[in-house]
């Protein structure tokens, strides 16, 4: 009997044997890798968005951002200082009040106040004290009259009318006494002048001489003058009168 073919066909039939089972262990071999790379794609960011929210497996989101925007823990700060309120109030503001200008001392200005008191004009009577031969000597109407030139110095022309009205241009000097005290504060300044000039007699005795006065002024309010003085004149014969007269004020000429 030959058994060669037999040989072939045992050993044909060894190697497919061989070949099926090689192809069994190399498809086994196969089955873990793929499980191994499902698993890891299970766990990439595709699968992840896949799995349903009850899954172990952390899904996250790539595109989302993982750091939420922090709230600002410090509230902006705000000025301490409030605003000062002025403490000192605004001076409250007076009307202006204007005072007269005064008389530059000094200075030649007819007709201004001096120290002892303002310019005047006015009337009243004089008696005669000696020397009947001019209209001075004889009680008769007179016209005062004060100009002042500067602040001591004033001219005080006056007129006594009579049969020989007599003309009288002294100068005289200022002065001014100021009561002081509580007590005295009520009562008006007095004012006393001195002086000397010419005196005109017109008339049937008409003469011109030298002339000599004395007096004073005291203030009646703010528009008169009270005046009382002597005056003397140097004639052939001295004629002396007392005049007695209220004047009222003015300033400037």
Known sequence: MNTKPIQQ????????TVAVLAGGLSAQAQTPSNNAEDTKVSTSAAALRNEPTNSVVAQVDPTYPTTQPTTPTTEPTYPSTQPTTPTT??????????????????AIEPGRATRGGSSYVGVGGNIGLGGGDTALGIGNFTVISKIGFTEAVSARPAVVFGDNTTFLIP???DFTVQPTGAATEAISSFAPYVGGGLAIATGDNSDVGPM??????????????????????????TSVGLTIGVGYNFEGL
């Open 9 to 16: 066909i045992s050993t044909i039939i060894a190697i497919a």
């Open 171 to 173: 100068i005289t000097y």
């Open 212 to 237: 000599v006065t004395a007096g004073a002024d005291v203030p009646i309010g703010d528009r008169l003058t009270a005046n009382a003085g002597v005056n003397v004149g140097f004639f052939d014969s």
């Open 89 to 106: 109030e605004p001076p409250a503001t007076t009307p202006t009040q204007t005072t007269p200008t005064q008389p530059t001392p000094g």
